[in-house]
């Protein structure tokens, strides 16, 4: 059998595959919340509680930078090591990855629903760019080596925030007081990203802010609020927050676009980019392409958003495929 997690600072998805003749099929699911765990090991424990499971392999998509099988999770208490994890399962074989190499394979290897925000043509033999905003924001590079594939894993979204405009100036000094001085794209372009940019603007005097609304980011997701409320056009402070959001999402995928210069164009992942689909369609594409002597190569590269929210899961599946057949 193989295991197949996702470890984001938010929830952990596990699930448990059984190969039957020729494919892996899924016997058991299970979604929870990271925060309710003290650790990996135990939410294991939870899920495979009254199985009798015997496991191959383990591959656990997990938020956070991978050095020798270990990663301490970016937005979680959480320390994983594939070492201890093996212990835990009794295991053949354990890998952790990055969740946007996850991601890179999912794109690569699984069958994934997407929608077009770019409809250039993909030329099929090159570099995709990957940027996926949930919890917090990651960056991988898909490199195709001719009828093969390597992942590069980054912590793209650490890097220093550039502002486009006056406006965005003055979002980096409200965020700069906030965070000692340095405000990288994760503070912005991510579910707390989202909180600030609705924070900043509700300082700045131009949105009211409803009552209503405040009570109910005391008890909710911050960032599900103004995404929902965005989206269904009840509330101008919202509204703009999710415009801004947008804005700089795009800017930075124009960023990573120009380092990496990926043939395939740019896939947008996480859980936030599907949520808001209807406005993040008419913005993204204008921001995307402002790159001044490089905007005519920007507006030739696809842009598009995976809809499946289970790309890491899906994508530690394959890479423990991949493994098997090697």
Avoid at 128 to 133: D, G, K, M, N, T
Avoid at 183 to 193: A, C, P, Q
Avoid at 223 to 234: D, H, K, P, S, T
Avoid at 298 to 319: F, H, T
Wanted: hydrophobic share 45%.
């Amino acid at each position: 059998m193989i295991l197949a997690i996702d470890v984001g600072g938010t929830k952990t998805l596990l699930a448990l595959y059984a190969k039957e003749r020729s494919d892996w099929v899924l016997c058991k699911e299970q979604a929870y919340k990271s925060s309710a765990f003290s650790s990996i090991n135990e939410l294991i424990k939870d899920f495979l509680a009254g199985d009798a499971a015997n496991i191959m392999m383990v591959c656990a998509g997990v938020a956070g930078t991978v050095i020798e099988q270990e990663c301490k999770i970016t937005n979680l208490s959480w320390r994983i090591s594939a070492k201890e994890i093996q212990q835990a399962t009794r295991a053949q074989k354990v890998y952790l990855l990055n969740d946007l190499a996850a991601t890179a394979w999912a794109v690569a290897l699984a069958d994934m629903e997407y929608e077009e925000l770019n409809t250039a043509r993909r030329l099929g033999s090159g570099d995709i760019a990957i940027l996926s905003a949930g919890t917090g924001l990651g960056e991988a590079i898909l490199i195709r080596e001719q009828a093969d594939f390597k992942v590069l894993a980054t912590e793209g979204g650490h890097t220093s925030f550039a502002p486009q405009n006056k406006e965005q100036d003055r979002l980096l000094v409200f965020l700069r007081n906030k965070y000692n001085g340095h405000v990288s794209y994760e503070r912005i372009v991510s579910g707390m990203g989202l909180h600030n940019i609705y924070q900043f603007l509700k300082q700045d005097g131009r949105f009211p802010e409803r009552k209503e609304l405040a009570d109910k980011m005391q008890r909710a997701n911050p960032a599900e609020i103004i995404g929902l409320e965005a989206v269904r056009g009840n509330d101008s402070l919202c509204l703009e927050s999710v415009r801004m959001f947008c804005e700089i999402y795009a800017a930075e995928a124009g960023n990573l676009a120009l380092k990496c210069l990926p043939q395939d164009g740019v896939v947008l992942a996480g859980g936030i980019p599907p949520k808001i689909l209807s406005l993040i369609k008419p913005i993204f594409i204008a921001s995307f392409i402002k790159k001044g002597r490089y905007s005519d190569y920007l507006a030739k590269l696809p842009v598009r958003i995976c809809m499946n929210e289970r790309a890491v899961l899906l994508g530690a599946l394959a890479y423990a495929k991949r493994q098997v057949k090697e």
